[in-house]
């Protein structure tokens, strides 16, 4: 494996919380690269208990990343700029510049909630693995982003099969930096807390924030850009999406009906003509999910 595989907090089936089994709180699947590193699952554990600890209103827990963590972050910019570069498009190239993550050390949340919370009010909190896409999605009508802290596995640091601190903090922290990108976050929380109690809503908004805010593409100066923070933590998707993705035509309500799977690369994206027309059309589609 030597790509990341585009994630979101919001959906997933690789890792496991299990809260009633305090020796081993995140369940890894055996084809996960640190399924047998017992200093790695050690390590999962440790994050995922001060997430679990963290309550509302308390400091954002700092991690102490080490050395080789560090490394791997490093590793993933280096990759990762060439291709920004290239496809990323204006409105997340700006808003990068304005929180400007290191490239050599990984931030930590409290840092970049004191650059994004003063700006835009939204703000990034721990949670300790995979959550449901009713819980996700809800938290950010509240200008809440849940956020992992942990670290892929070293040993394939250009992939992950589940959303880590870089996908986090490469793909979605700078976003925060944007008005649109805060304002269609929001869009999509306020619509899910209105239909809270409706499953099935709940599912074609989680579809569209899939393939809009995860995995989104859009045209800008003449060519294919990308705004989507699956698409842009992802330096193997990133680096293939062109070339062997089926790329479909914009329409908002077949994305709403149109599935996904978490687990590869997404066989099917959906091209905005502009970054303009995608805000409009999504926050309308929103406005109107009852």
């Known amino acids: 494996m030597a790509a990341t595989v585009g994630r979101s907090t919001m959906l997933s089936s690789q890792a496991q919380i299990d809260e009633n089994a305090p020796a081993e709180l995140m369940q890894l699947d055996a084809d996960h690269p640190g399924f047998h590193d017992a200093v790695y699952r050690r390590r999962r554990n440790e994050i995922a208990r001060a997430a679990l600890d963290y309550r509302e209103g308390q400091p954002v827990p700092a991690i102490g990343y080490t050395e080789q963590e560090h490394d791997v972050w490093a590793e993933v910019w280096r990759h990762l700029d060439p291709l920004h570069d290239r496809y990323a498009c204006r409105a997340y190239r700006e808003a990068g510049d304005r929180i400007a993550l290191s490239r050599e050390r990984i931030p930590q949340l409290a840092a970049v909630n ?172 929103l406005a109107l999910t009852k």
Not at 148 to 156: A, D, K
Not at 188 to 202: H, K, N, Q, V, Y
């Open 114 to 285: 004191a650059i994004i919370q003063p700006l835009l009010g939204f703000r990034m909190t721990p949670v300790a693995g995979l959550v449901a896409a009713k819980s996700f999605l809800s938290q950010l009508g509240r200008d809440t982003f849940l956020s992992t802290q942990y670290m892929r596995h070293h040993s394939v640091p250009l992939y992950t099969p589940e959303p880590d601190v870089v996908h986090e903090l490469i793909g979605h922290a700078a976003t925060f930096a944007d008005p649109t990108f805060v304002a269609l976050n929001r869009a999509f929380g306020e619509a899910a807390l209105r239909a809270s109690d409706d499953p099935e809503t709940i599912e074609r908004i989680g579809r569209l924030y899939w393939y809009t805010l995860e995995f989104g593409v859009l045209r800008e100066g003449g060519g294919l850009r990308v705004y989507g923070a699956g698409l842009l933590s992802s330096f193997g998707e990133l680096g293939r999406f062109e070339r062997e993705e089926e790329l479909h035509a914009w329409n908002v309500d077949e994305i709403a009906e149109t599935s996904y799977d978490p687990t590869q690369y997404q066989q099917k994206l959906f091209v905005a003509p502009s970054f303009e027309t995608m805000a409009d059309d999504v926050l309308r589609w």
